[in-house]
């Protein structure tokens, strides 16, 4: 009889505890990041060599995985909220294309919504991000080490020939080239306790704007090239857009 009052007791203090602690909290909106990948503004056909590059030159992808990194949310009244995740995506791999962000974000009006495709140098040490992702995305040591931004892979024809291109970026010998994206028309209000954040990733802008990308002059492999990935971080900046679907995924 007495442990049964014990456990009564204890079960009105947990409720009440519960309550109290529910009643001091802020209202808050939980974020769901859902990633989508398009060419030419229609959703990605994989395997298949039916795309075209601003140079002439048909393409396929086979590959897309990469870092999305330090989503910051930019609050009217001029504060950022800045989310230290890091979200690895795999086009392959649905469990990852839905990511929703450890840290709720307060009610309130939002004028855009900012994140880094890659690592910052302090998020891009080896070995920092576990073990699978090391096997995944590790960034060569005598390139400088940490991991990779992006792995874009595919095929392309160039003189009837089809050749396979990685399109990888990542910090090369110490030079940082992770891209800071503001997505543009992403402001919001925050007034519900879900936010759905559509991610769209254009795939046929990494090869455009402002430079177009010639498969064959740049070669199969670019990893060791910093041209080549000072001219992905630039050609990236547009890559992504935003919108707030209804419904999750
Ligand atoms: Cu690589």
């Given amino acids: 009889m007495k442990t049964f009052r014990v456990s009564v007791f204890a079960f009105i ?24 990948h398009l060419v030419d503004n229609q959703p990605l056909e994989l395997d298949n060599i039916k795309y075209t590059n601003a140079v002439g030159q048909a393409y396929s992808i086979k590959t897309v995985k990469y870092f999305v990194s330090r989503v910051t ?78 792995k874009l892979e595919g095929e392309y024809i160039s003189d009837d020939v089809i050749t396979f291109f990685n399109f990888h970026s990542g910090s090369l010998n110490g030079v940082a080239y992770e891209i800071h994206v503001d997505l543009p028309n992403s402001s919001f209000d925050a007034n519900a306790s879900n936010l759905n954040v559509g991610m769209a990733m254009e795939i046929s802008n990494w090869f455009q704007n402002p430079v177009d990308w010639d498969f064959a002059y740049w070669g199969s492999g670019i990893m060791g090239n910093a041209d080549a990935q000072a001219t992905v971080q630039m050609n990236g900046t547009d890559v992504f857009s935003v919108n707030f679907p209804e419904t999750a995924l």
């Avoid at 309550?19 to 990041?33: D, M, W």
């Avoid at 994140?115 to 090391?134: A, C, R």
């Fill in 73 to 150: 949310f930019h609050k009217t009244d001029g504060t950022d909220i800045a989310i230290p995740d890091i979200h690895y995506v795999d086009i392959r791999d649905e469990a990852t294309l839905n990511y929703e962000l450890s840290e709720k974000i307060p009610y309130g009006s939002y004028s855009g919504i900012s994140f880094v495709y890659g690592l910052v140098p302090e998020d891009n040490v080896t070995g920092s991000l576990g073990l699978e992702l090391d096997q995944l995305m590790e960034w060569p040591m005598m390139m400088g080490g940490g991991y990779h931004y992006m």
């Fill in 13 to 36: 203090l947990a409720t009440f505890v519960g309550c109290t602690n529910n009643s001091i909290q802020p209202e808050a909106t939980s974020v769901n990041l859902q990633f989508l």
